[in-house]
C-alpha cells in the first residue's frame, strides 16, 4: 500500500494538448507527467472516463508522455475533463490514484460533408468592391495577401511596417475570377449542414491548388491560400455562432 501511494506522490502532470480535429474522430491528447526524484515510477497511468488506461514508466529526474484518445463529437472547444492518474504498482493487488484537470482545450472543426461542387469563381469586384479595369492594363487595384512565387518587387513593404502580413500591390492586368465560399449560397440549408458543407469547400479548394476565401456571418476572410488560409478558415467554422 506504501509503495503503490508513494509511486504517485510528488509526480508532477502537465496539461495536455492536442492538435486540431473535425468531428467525428479522435483528439489524441498528450500529456508530460514529470518525475523530479532520484528514482524511476514504474507502471504510472491516466485513464479517460472508462476507456483502458494508459501506462508509462517515467524515468529518475525525467519525463514521459501518455497519449489518451478522446473522442471529438461535435465543433468546437474540446476540454478532456478530468483525468484519473492511478498506479498498481508493485504487485497490481492494490490501486492508488487520483484527479487532475485542466482548462486547456482542443479545437474540433466542422465535418467535411457535402455533395455540392465548388462554387464558381467570380471577377474579383465581387470579392474586393474595386471595379474591372481593361485586360492589360496597369492601373493600381489595391492589395492581396502575399503567395509564395510573388514578385518582390510587387510587395508593399511600407505597409508591410505596419501590419504582420505581407500584401501585394495588384494591378488590373492581373485581376483573375476570386473564389468564395460564401455561406449565402446553402440558402436554406440547416447550420450545421452549412458549416460541413463549408468546410468541405475549404479542403476541396486547398488540395486544388486554389487561392479561396470565406463568407460566413460576422467573418470575412480575404482570398489566399495555404495552412495558414486553412487553419483561419476552419476555426472560423469551428467557432460560429449565430
Avoid at 223 to 237: S, T, Y
Wanted: glycine share 8%; charged share 20%.
Amino acid at each position: 500500500m506504501w509503495q503503490a501511494h508513494d509511486n504517485l506522490l510528488g509526480l508532477i502532470i502537465h496539461p495536455g494538448y492536442a492538435d486540431p480535429v473535425f468531428a467525428g474522430q479522435d483528439a489524441q491528447w498528450i500529456v508530460r507527467v514529470e518525475n523530479p526524484d532520484a528514482k524511476p515510477r514504474y507502471g504510472v497511468a491516466l485513464q479517460w472516463q472508462d476507456r483502458p488506461p494508459q501506462y508509462v514508466d517515467v524515468p529518475a529526474s525525467g519525463v514521459a508522455t501518455v497519449t489518451l484518445a478522446i473522442p471529438a463529437k461535435r465543433r468546437g472547444w474540446l476540454r478532456a475533463g478530468r483525468l484519473r492518474v492511478l498506479t498498481r504498482y508493485p504487485l497490481g493487488l492494490l490501486q492508488a490514484w487520483s484527479w487532475v484537470e485542466f482548462a486547456q482545450g482542443c479545437l474540433v472543426y466542422p465535418p467535411p460533408r457535402g455533395q455540392r461542387p465548388l462554387p464558381a469563381a467570380l471577377p474579383n469586384s465581387v470579392g474586393s468592391g474595386l471595379g474591372e479595369q481593361s485586360v492589360g492594363s496597369e492601373d493600381y487595384a489595391g492589395f492581396r495577401p502575399y503567395v509564395p512565387g510573388d514578385s518582390p518587387r510587387r510587395i508593399a513593404w511600407k505597409t508591410a511596417t505596419r501590419m504582420d502580413q505581407l500584401l501585394v500591390k495588384r494591378f488590373a492586368d492581373q485581376a483573375r475570377p476570386e473564389l468564395w465560399l460564401d455561406w449565402r449560397l446553402l440558402g436554406l440549408d440547416p447550420v450545421e449542414a452549412r458549416l460541413a458543407q463549408l468546410c468541405q469547400w475549404i479542403l476541396k479548394a486547398e488540395s486544388d491548388g486554389r487561392q479561396y476565401g470565406l463568407r460566413v456571418p460576422g467573418v470575412h476572410l480575404p482570398p489566399a491560400h495555404g495552412d495558414i488560409q486553412r487553419r483561419r478558415c476552419l476555426e472560423a467554422l469551428a467557432l460560429f455562432t449565430e
